[in-house]
Nanobody, 120 residues
């Protein structure tokens, strides 16, 4: 069993930056692919970024490429999402998720989410 706890959300003006963290507990968490997703009001949840278990490979949604950077520190069981040049359309609840299979299609564990609000 893996538990995920996000932190770092808040309110920021357009053009600003925020950094999210996700602490993954569970002895196998460091071997899981981890991802960030977001859900805006009235919209479906969407993929933001993911990193493989070594941290050596990341992929991003087109909407955030060049602005967001995901990284992980397995020694701390933590993944990070550095968000720069934020836009009002980035406003959403951001969720951390763990994929034990590693293919990016089996996110079985989810955090409770953290709110990010970007004002114009």
């Amino acid at each position: 069993q893996v538990q995920l706890v996000e932190s770092g959300g808040g309110l920021v003006q357009a053009g600003g930056s925020l950094s999210l963290s996700c602490l993954a507990s569970g002895r196998t968490a460091s071997s899981y692919r981890l991802g960030w997703f977001r859900q805006a009001p009235g919209k479906e949840r969407e993929f933001v970024a993911a990193v493989n278990w070594t941290g050596g490979r990341t992929n991003y949604a087109d909407a955030v490429k060049g602005r967001f950077t995901m990284s992980r520190d397995n020694a701390k069981n933590t993944v990070y999402l550095q968000m720069n040049n934020l836009k009002p359309e980035d406003t959403a609840v951001y969720f951390c998720a763990a994929d034990p299979v590693g293919g990016g299609r089996s996110y079985l564990y989810w955090g409770q989410g953290t709110q990010v609000t970007v004002s114009s």
